[in-house]
């Protein structure tokens, strides 16, 4: 445990819009598996792809095995035995399992790929996983969990002296996580530095030596030694909860009428029996772990995904969501997406044109034909109402920073007078001070009267806003609990709630993990 | 309006430095070549361009929905022979066959959009396809022989003049305007370039997808269909290899003009400015007795020089803004 495999110094990274990352440490020693910590959006990611070659550091310096590297691709990382495991999926569907695992380095004969000696190779892999798997298979006809595990097995066949695994776990079951861990022990015995990235306290502190936690972009603390921390300090270092989830005034709930209500709802998604009110006023939270089925419940209630069972009911009466459009304008149920850039906004349009896309249907008389005054006209006080920072209304949503672009696709719906609106996610990727406007307006909304759905994975964030949270997974509604806005108890409550479905549900890693496949 | 308004609106448009180039092509052509600004050249080039300028249009629409249309040429020609061959064989009068040839180009064009939406297949491969049947179609009617007889009146309008001004100047003129006020004055035309910009942000805020191409499929045809008829007014006869030579220009003059091919950007002053400057740069090379086989390579190249130079200015705005975003 002496030289640094891997150190980072001062990284900072700059998006149009955003500071990514600032002056960021980050030391990794051989033999060590260190934890790399922070809410989504602080800048983890940003880190890994750094040192992965992905993307360039703006400032500060990576250095390897002690000497300083500047990485133009991936390759050059690869080259300089870092191997990574990325937290999106990147395996091409209709190669074979070893194709994917070797396809940095494949076995060739005669310039020729050698099938069998890479079939060999992949296999031997595969059992250092525990795993299975006929190498021959095609990876589009695996389970999303096998899938992660081959990424793993990927990163392992390089043999990489630094490994990196973003969030390895996300979708993997205990049985597999057991075998990956002790096989992450094993390497770390060999000496080999690993950077290990998860949501999950309790494996961080199962597994690793040291953690490195980010918050918004900088370093809450590097390097730590486990043995200084506990689960409480990490919490509060992640959300910096001092500062961070601190003063958004009052929550002056009037809560009225069923506004919005699910009878035993069943989805082409794969849903069961969803029942599910929200009354007038009321800000319900929908938690689940990744893979739950929130977003998709959400789609399906704007029409985005079909309904394939049960009851709808908007405001008492009986509804048929045919599609968005009919969400929108006959239901006004509007659905801020999660994913800001690639469903919510159109990033080479206004903050005009952004705003106004659900009212385009209202303005213009003659011909249908309408003015950029009138479009205007009709956004400017929504766009105002929401504080966006924008130097004009015609500048493009590219060019804002994440929080004022999240304040667009938030005022698109309020222009759209969305009476019930799934709010899906809404502070990911957002700095500390928009993201408490961000929920004070979250509350705003509903004490003016919407029914309000909250999706976040962010548990703190959860336990601030909601009134009640109701608790997803495997695609069915397991709990509803009010909230005591007691981030102790609501956690422990709500993680009960998982772990108790663990028992009663059991370890159903088939049918609905299947459809991401 | 004052005129520092109208300035800086000409100054800060993107297709400003465009414009630029052909102005400054326009001057250097006309001190280099006399026969440059006689009359008789720049009614040759208006020609050209009532034919050019509309199926540009036609191409935008397309891309501005984010997809391609490769059958604007084969339905300008289907178009075409149907126009000529209705008047020449059946007598048909020419508003009448007017009408019975944008029908034509409205249905063509929805076809390949609604084969499109409802297949999933990529807009590719379809308008490949349909380029193909309707080219068939085409030459199985005519057998490759041209309608030569055709009505007077019709190349008598084409090419007359209301005191000195050609009225084929109307037709680019109103084509744009037209598609201008279509694409971003309507709420079918937003929905088309929303749809372009970020197809499953528009689904998610309420807009069929579905709906968006087929429409901009639609008006697409009506537009490449209306260029066919303007060709065979200018030709004088309708050749079943109209539009044959279409495909380059018309997606170089938007590409040219701006727009971006993923679609939700298109200019159609950027669009009409581009196709001036092909004409010009046509005309200025027959003008310098270039071999005239040459022309195309000259067209490669300054659809290249176009598209670099607006990817410079993307890239070098984009650092700008980094830069500001930094400081602050």
């Known amino acids: 445990m002496t030289a640094s495999a891997l150190l980072v110094e001062k990284a900072t990274k700059i998006f149009p819009g955003v500071k990514a990352l600032a002056n960021v440490d980050l030391e990794l020693k051989s033999g060590e598996i260190h934890a790399l910590l922070g809410e989504n959006g602080a800048g983890k990611s940003t880190l890994i792809k750094i040192v992965t070659g992905v993307y360039r550091p703006d400032e500060g310096s990576v250095s390897v095995m002690g000497s300083s ?57 595969l059992g250092a996983l525990d795993l299975n798997i006929d190498p021959d298979v095609p990876v589009n006809r695996l389970s999303v969990a096998q899938m992660q595990l081959v990424e793993i097995a990927r990163a392992l066949s390089q043999q990489s002296r630094i490994l990196l695994l973003d969030e390895p776990t996300a979708s993997i079951t205990e049985n597999e996580i057991k075998v990956l861990f002790d096989l992450l022990r094993r390497l770390k015995g060999d000496g080999v530095a690993i950077l290990f ?113 049960g009851e709808v009911f908007v405001s008492g009466e009986r509804a048929t969501v045919r599609n968005v459009q009919d969400a929108l304008r006959r239901w ?18 206004s903050v005009a044109k952004n705003t106004a896309i659900t009212v385009w249907h209202r303005l213009g008389k003659f011909l249908n034909l309408f ?68 929920h004070r307006l979250v509350w705003d909304l509903a004490e003016q009267g919407a029914a309000i759905v909250l999706i976040t994975s962010d548990l703190a964030e959860m336990v601030l806003l909601a009134d009640r949270v109701v608790v997803m997974r495997d695609f069915r509604i397991i709990g509803n609990l009010q909230n005591t806005y007691n981030y102790e108890q609501m956690s422990r409550r709500i993680m009960g709630c998982i772990h108790e479905a663990d028992v009663v549900v059991g370890r159903a890693d088939g049918a609905p993990a299947l459809k991401g496949a | 309006m004052t005129w520092s308004h109208v300035s800086r609106y000409l100054i800060r448009a993107e297709w400003a430095p465009l414009a630029g ?46 997809q391609m249309n490769l059958a604007v040429g ?57 380029l193909s049947v309707y080219t068939g179609l085409n030459y199985g009617i005519t057998e490759s022989i041209p309608f030569y007889n055709m009505p007077q009146v019709l190349l008598d309008t084409y ?13 680019p003129l109103v084509a744009a305007a037209l598609v201008g006020l279509f694409l971003f004055r309507t709420r079918a035309g937003r929905y088309i370039l929303a749809t372009g910009g970020n ?114 200015r993307a890239v070098s705005a984009e650092k700008v803004t980094a830069a500001r975003e930094n400081a602050s």
Not at chain 1, 283 to 309: D, F, H, M, P
Not at chain 2, 34 to 59: C, G
Not at chain 2, 289 to 312: C, E, H, K, S
């Open chain 1, 197 to 309: 990235v998860s949501h999950k306290l309790e494996e961080v502190f199962e597994l690793c030596d040291r953690v490195t936690i980010l918050r918004d972009g900088r370093n809450a603390c590097a390097g730590v030694p486990i043995e200084d921390l506990d689960k409480q300090r990490v919490v509060a270092h992640m959300v910096g909860r001092e500062d961070a989830l601190g003063d958004i005034g009052e929550r002056h709930a009037s809560i009225g009428k069923v506004m919005f209500e699910l009878k035993g709802v069943s989805t082409a998604a794969g849903h069961q029996d969803i029942d599910l009110k929200v009354h007038k006023g009321e800000v319900v939270g929908l938690y689940g772990l990744v893979g739950a089925g929130r977003s998709e419940l959400a789609k399906a209630v704007i029409g985005a995904e079909r309904v394939t069972g």
């Open chain 2, 74 to 130: 084969a339905i300008g020609g289907l178009v075409a022979i149907l126009f000529g061959g209705m008047m020449e064989v059946y007598g048909v009068p020419v508003p009448l066959a007017m009408l019975i040839g944008a029908a034509v180009g409205i249905l063509t064009g929805w076809l390949n959009g609604a084969i499109i939406a409802y297949s999933g297949i990529n807009g590719f491969v379809v308008t490949l396809a349909m």
């Open chain 1, 332 to 349: 006004r149920i509007g659905y801020v997406s999660e994913d800001r850039k690639q469903e919510g906004l159109i990033l080479l349009h």
């Open chain 2, 199 to 312: 197809p499953s942000a528009a689904a998610l805020s309420g807009i069929s997808i579905r709906r968006s191409v087929i429409l901009a499929h639609t008006v697409s045809g009506a537009l490449a269909g209306f260029a066919g008829m303007v060709a065979v007014a200018r030709l004088g006869t309708a050749e079943p290899t109209i539009g044959v030579d279409w495909l380059l220009p018309s997606f170089a003059a938007p590409v040219i003009g701006g727009a971006i091919l993923s679609g939700g950007r298109v200019s159609v002053i950027g669009t009409m400015v581009a196709v001036v400057l092909i004409v010009l740069l046509e005309n200025g090379l027959l003008l310098a007795r270039t071999d005239p086989y040459y022309v195309q390579f000259f067209l490669g190249v300054l659809i290249l020089a176009a598209v670099m130079f607006n990817r410079w």
């Open chain 1, 69 to 125: 590297v500047d990485f133009s691709s991936p390759r050059d990382a690869f080259a300089a035995g870092i191997g990574v495991v990325h937290q999106e999926r990147n395996l091409i569907p209709r190669y074979s399992v070893a194709e994917n695992i070797m396809i940095e380095q494949l076995p060739t004969k005669w310039r020729l790929i050698d099938r069998g000696e890479m079939n060999r190779q992949a296999k031997h892999w």
């Open chain 1, 371 to 438: 003015s950029d005054r009138q479009e205007r006209d009709a956004i400017i006080s929504f766009v105002q109402k929401l504080d966006v920072r924008t130097p004009s209304l015609e500048q493009d949503v590219a060019n804002l920073s994440g929080g004022n672009q999240q304040k667009v696709s938030v005022a698109k719906w309020l222009a759209a007078e969305a009476e019930i609106l799934i709010v899906d996610e809404p502070t990911v990727g957002i700095d500390i001070r928009t993201k408490g406007y961000l």
């Open chain 2, 159 to 171: 090419d007359g003049k209301i005191g000195p001004v050609p009225n084929i100047l109307v037709i």
């Open chain 2, 21 to 66: 180039i052909t102005l400054f092509s326009i001057v250097a052509l006309s001190l280099i070549a006399p026969a440059f600004l006689t009359e008789y050249n720049l009614f040759v080039m208006l020609r050209i361009l009532s034919v050019t300028s509309v199926f540009a249009l036609a191409q935008m629409v397309v891309i501005a929905v984010g």
